[in-house]
T-cell receptor, first 113, second 112 residues
Framework: DGGITQSPKYLFRKEGQNVTLSCEQNLNHDAMYWYRQDPGQGLRLIYYSQIVNDFQKGDIAEGYSVSREKKESFPLTVTSAQKNPTAFYLC????????????FGEGSRLTVL | KQEVTQIPAALSVPEGENLVLNCSFTDSAIYNLQWFRQDPGKGLTSLLLIQSSQREQTSGRLNASLDKSSGRSTLYIAASQPGDSATYLCAVPSSGNTPLVFGKGTRLSVIA
């Protein structure tokens, strides 16, 4: 079945450590996105990529990094520069263009100890 | 900058009731609007996608309408069931082919 797979589902990190969240899709979608969700704040855009080897910053990119070396993969690294990384992270994808429907993975919950 | 507002923030209804969730957006030059459902601790599930040329979309007991000129959309749920309990979010592109901007959602509880 086609879909978006995020791993790990739960991740614990000590302060000062970098962590990488995986996002893989087999939907043949061109565009991929990372959102962060905090209680009471809704979803906020971190980074997005509309084509391989290209990506753009979203509203809250500071302290995060991404890469898009393959069409199906869009990993997110949460660096030690991110001041408050504890959150629920959601990866999404869609076809290129204006009219596509956005699909989400199941999310990864990161907790900083 | 596009802003999306959802009212009410939370809603509790008895089973069987019909209900309406509201979504408003500030920039009416949108290409489409999408409604999602989110269960606790889970990702978002797409419910309905309405293109800018459409006025409504239906899927089962769900009906979503779109009024671009007034910057509003509604999600109508008929004959609500306890299994409908979840958070419902609407989202629109900030401009053209750009990432979706989300409202904060409406948390729905359907009481048996």
């Amino acid at each position: 079945d086609g879909g978006i797979t995020q791993s790990p589902k739960y991740l614990f990190r000590k302060e000062g450590q970098n962590v990488t969240l995986s996002c893989e899709q087999n939907l043949n979608h061109d565009a991929m996105y990372w959102y962060r969700q905090d209680p009471g704040q809704g979803l906020r855009l971190i980074y997005y990529s509309q084509i391989v080897n290209d990506f753009q910053k979203g509203d809250i990119a500071e302290g995060y990094s991404v890469s898009r070396e393959k069409k199906e993969s869009f990993p997110l690294t949460v660096t030690s520069a991110q001041k408050n990384p504890t959150a629920f992270y959601l990866c999404a994808s869609k076809i290129a263009g204006d009219t596509g429907e956005l699909f989400f993975g199941e999310g990864s919950r990161l907790t900083v100890l | 900058k596009q802003e999306v507002t959802q009212i009410p923030a939370a809603l509790s209804v008895p089973e069987g009731e019909n209900l309406v969730l509201n979504c408003s957006f500030t920039d009416s030059a949108i290409y489409n609007l999408q409604w999602f459902r989110q269960d606790p601790g889970k990702g978002l599930t797409s419910l309905l996608l309405i293109q800018s040329s459409q006025r409504e979309q239906t899927s089962g007991r769900l009906n979503a309408s779109l009024d671009k000129s007034s910057g509003r959309s509604t999600l109508y749920i008929a004959a609500s069931q306890p299994g409908d309990s979840a958070t419902y979010l609407c989202a629109v592109p900030s401009s053209g082919n750009t990432p979706l901007v989300f409202g904060k959602g409406t948390r729905l509880s359907v009481i048996a």
